[in-house]
């Protein structure tokens, strides 16, 4: 039988990187890589690999499945991230669309980019080994178990890195981001592992930027807004939906409906324009993804981390509203540049 995969432990969001010093029994530091978090199970006949939500990810890695079912050592419950990496040797980097992608209802599709877009295994942390329950131990304790058991394991699995020194961990902050990390996580030593619980730290790169409100989707209760699309314009002046803004109380998605009247593109006959918009792999077919469009007259302020090709990897946070702001100063010229960095060399 395989293991029961539990909930994965959590992290809380700091804005600077934590003094070890503070915690009882100081902190370690280790990369935050950017995937699917996955609990993978390995009883020595069977594979699962769990998911963070409520959706199994064992059927759309197959690659990854036979690697732990030929590669690790002895039954184990591991917990780490599912990345997929691109570009050539020396210049890769982790590719988010790449990586969302492999979320496909057909079988074939899952299996050739299975062999165009391979996926590896970042651990970095486990919870069982053989019939030992490790949960209970503190992370110090676990780690030396990680690295004894999956040290010499060779790609697509790999352990991810770590160290107790905070300048170490504030240039990973800076400098990994080159290779489509998302910041840097703080783990206490001393801690055991804690399912669904925020025991860990999470330290990501805080940015603003002036975008463009060019549409909202209805929230799922059916009334008010639920997300707020915004835009950039690029540099032949054509505005790009760039992301979404959401988690509005209940009060403020209604008075946004109000608030947004003003700006909504309507036909002759007075009807709402409607968009329809990306999907997430993960919505089933029938999940609406339309959107009411908005005259791109409104300016607000968002917090974000990185980019993403031409759009924000995640889903930004309202700062403020910019009335004071031309939407068509709001361009991609304002967001900062990042460094390359080879994703290789985040896991020498």
């Not at 919870?127 to 010499?152: C, K, N, T």
């Not at 910041?183 to 463009?212: C, E, S, W």
Request: net charge negative; aromatic share 8%; with cysteine.
């Amino acid at each position: 039988m395989p293991y029961d995969i539990p909930a994965p432990m959590l992290a809380k969001s700091v804005p600077d990187v934590p003094d070890p010093a503070k915690t009882p029994g100081g902190l370690s530091f280790e990369p935050k890589w950017d995937g699917f978090r996955g609990l993978v199970s390995w009883d020595g006949e069977n594979v699962e690999i769990g998911s963070r939500g409520a959706k199994p990810l064992t059927r759309y890695f197959p690659e990854l499945v036979e690697a732990f079912s030929q590669l690790l050592p002895e039954p184990c419950l591991l917990d780490g991230e599912v990345v997929v990496p691109k570009g050539e040797p020396g210049a890769q980097r982790l590719d988010w669309e790449s990586l969302t992608q492999r979320i496909h209802p057909a079988a074939s599709r899952v299996n050739m980019l299975a062999e165009t877009t391979p996926a590896m295994f970042i651990a970095f942390d486990i919870l069982a080994l053989g019939e030992r329950d490790l949960q209970p131990e503190p992370f110090v304790a676990r780690r030396a178990q990680l690295v004894d058991l999956l040290g010499g394991v060779p790609h697509p699995i790999h352990v991810t890195r770590t160290t107790t020194d905070a300048d170490t961990a504030r240039r990973w902050l800076s400098e990994f981001e080159g290779a489509g990390l998302d910041g840097v996580i703080a783990k206490p030593l001393a801690q055991p592992y804690a399912p669904n619980k925020r025991t860990m730290f999470k330290i990501k790169h805080a940015r603003t930027a002036d975008v463009v409100a060019l549409g909202y989707r209805i929230h799922k209760s059916g009334a008010g807004v639920g997300s707020l699309l915004v835009g950039l314009y690029n540099d032949d002046g054509v505005l790009h939906n760039v992301g979404a803004v959401s988690a509005w109380t209940d009060k403020r998605r209604l008075e946004l409906v109000d608030e947004l009247a003003p700006l909504v593109q309507r036909d002759d006959d007075g009807a709402a324009l409607t968009g329809e918009g990306e999907k997430s792999r993960f919505q089933s077919g029938r999940a609406d993804s339309s959107f009411v469009k908005l005259r791109p007259e409104r300016v607000l302020e968002v917090r974000y981390d990185q980019l993403e090709g031409w759009r924000f990897r995640h889903t930004v946070q309202f700062e403020r509203w910019r009335p004071d702001r031309d939407p068509r100063s709001c361009t991609y010229e304002q967001l900062e540049s990042v460094s390359a960095y080879d994703v290789g060399a985040v896991l020498d």
